[in-house]
């Protein structure tokens, strides 16, 4: 049986509508199903056009309606924000955090072990010298030394340093240490402020460092020179009466506006003056340091200028005690300060002492090493050092002075004895004590005050003491003494000691005396 479907359209509120005419009868299910395909796409079709015509309204609508910002271009995003954005996304940790949980961490284990822990101690080693990175430069080029300047010659400093030590460029170096120094005076620092004259010390002590001794030299005796004219210049205002009670000059400010420095806002006031006696004692006493160091490198094997070191350690001595008389004789100034410590003392002592004892004269070496041993504290590993430096001189003093050839003749109205020259055997016996003595304090010193220089020192005093066997015509103790330094010098691998410990044992198995 055939049929047909015919389709009807005509205007129904606006929409078309469609009905089915049947010309013959088919099956319900048919027909339905007929009605819904054509029902969803006419659905769709009436979709379509709506939608059509709300774009077609909007765009009038927009076209008519005023638009501030249509030709506007949109801004592009700063550099900043652009080398921000990238440094977060390349400072970020999340994919390595996300390789290495526990599932992945496995799973790359099992894939490559060899690659994998050489990824870790890479990381490990990079983390290292990131945090090493960090702390140098918060703990040395943000440090006090430099925060003490103004900010322009802090700058100067650090590029001078970077340059001394970091990468190393003597030109360079050379060339910001002098835009430091030609910027003080600029800054209002006082040019023998401890900031100037250290600054000045540090570059004669980084031009000693790179070998150049003759410019180290130039530099300390220009600072040096500086400093004793200055001192001269203030006494003779005191002398004149330019100088009050006080300290100060007379008619002078007694407050100056300080001057600003790193890391310290410019409200910081005014700063109190120290007056001209506490001056003169920083001054003095760095002056007197200069001189001593002036006559270790004069003494340097590069330089070898023996009396030229001699001259400087000669007057840094004289100057120390010098002071100390005046101040005993006129009494303290207001403001004065302290003069030098024991040690300070000692120090300029102890190296005119190695002046003299490297010149052979022994009898003038004694007595500064013993006032040195006696400015030192007891319970310190360099004076036991001092000891042993003492007692070689004594074995090795002459029994007659070069400044005394004559005995002087007793006077007869008043009857004193005539003062005898020591013997060679009461030498030798004042050497031992000093030896043992030594060997004593270097045993005893125990905590954080034991250094190496302390075992040093033991190997140094047995030696001694074979020596001084030796020259009293004891083999046998030499040899004792010489065998414990050779084995305690061989323990610490104390080269020295271990070379004047055999030479000890070949002199005393030749029962050779030893060479003064």
């Known amino acids: 049986m055939s049929a047909f479907r015919a389709t ?36 769709r079709r009436r979709e379509k056009d709506a939608l059509a015509i709300l774009q077609f309204m909007q765009r009038r609508r927009n076209s008519s309606s005023p638009q501030k910002n249509a030709n506007k271009p949109i801004p592009p995003m700063p550099p900043s924000k652009l080398i921000m954005r990238a440094l977060r996304q390349g400072l970020s940790f999340k994919p390595l955090f996300r390789a290495f949980r526990g599932q992945n961490l496995r799973t790359l284990f099992r894939q490559s072990p060899e690659e ?5 101690i890479l990381l490990c080693g990079c983390a290292a010298v990131s945090v090493y990175v960090v702390y140098a430069y918060f703990h040395y080029f943000q440090s006090e030394q430099f925060t003490r300047f103004p900010p322009e010659i802090a700058k100067s400093l650090r590029r001078a340093l970077y340059y001394s030590n970091y990468a190393p460029d003597p030109k360079l170096a050379l060339k910001y240490y002098k ?8 800054s209002g620092l006082d ?12 570059i004669a002590a980084w031009l000693e460092g790179i070998g150049k001794f003759e410019n180290s030299i130039e530099t300390l005796e220009s600072l040096l020179q500086d400093c004793k004219k200055w001192v001269e210049v203030m006494e003779k205002s005191v002398r004149d009466g330019l100088v009050d009670k006080s300290g100060r000059l007379i008619g002078a400010a007694t407050t100056q506006p300080s001057v600003p420095k790193e890391g310290v806002g410019s409200g910081a006031g005014e700063v109190q003056l120290e007056n001209l006696w506490a001056k003169r004692t920083r001054v003095l006493g760095r002056s007197v340091g200069i001189s001593v160091k002036l006559g270790e490198l004069y003494a340097d094997d590069h330089v070898l200028q023996g009396d030229a070191a001699g001259e400087h350690l ?76 003492l007692a070689i001189s004594l074995a090795q003093q002459p029994v007659q002075s070069p400044f005394n050839t004559q005995p002087a ?30 060997l004593g304090t270097a045993k005893k010193v125990t905590g954080e005050d034991r250094t190496e220089e302390c ?59 030893p060479k003064n």
């Open 116 to 120: 994998l822990v050489i990824a870790i």
């Open 8 to 43: 009807t359209r005509w205007p129904a509120n606006g929409l078309s509508q469609i009905r089915c005419l049947h010309q013959t009868p088919i099956a319900r299910s048919q027909l339905c199903s007929s009605m819904r395909s054509v029902r969803s796409a006419s659905a």
């Open 314 to 389: 000669v007057w840094a001595v004289e100057t120390v005690l010098k002071e100390l008389q005046r101040r005993q004789v006129e009494g303290i100034k207001e403001g004065e300060g302290d003069w030098m410590n024991p040690e300070q003392i000692g120090g300029a002592l102890e190296a005119l002492g190695n002046h003299y004892e490297s010149k052979s004269q022994h009898y003038l070496a004694a007595p500064l090493y013993l006032q040195a041993v006696t400015l030192s504290p007891p319970n310190s590993c360099h004076t036991a050092v001092l000891m042993n430096n």
């Open 179 to 186: 835009l430091a120094l030609e910027q003080c005076p600029a």
């Open 191 to 202: 040019p023998f402020s401890d900031e100037v004259i250290g600054l000045r010390i540090q």
């Open 455 to 513: 075992d040093e020192a033991c190997a140094v005093a047995m030696c001694n003491l074979g020596d001084i066997a030796a020259m009293a015509g004891d083999m046998e103790e030499a040899k004792r003494r010489f065998h414990e330094s050779l084995e305690l010098s061989q323990k610490l691998g104390f080269e020295p000691g271990i070379a004047q410990a055999k030479d000890g044992l070949k002199r005393a198995a030749g029962s050779a005396p």
């Open 409 to 438: 003749p007793a006077s007869e109205k008043s009857g004193q004895p005539v003062s005898q020259s020591p013997t060679r055997a009461t030498l030798l016996a004042s050497a031992r004590s000093w030896a043992l003595q030594a």
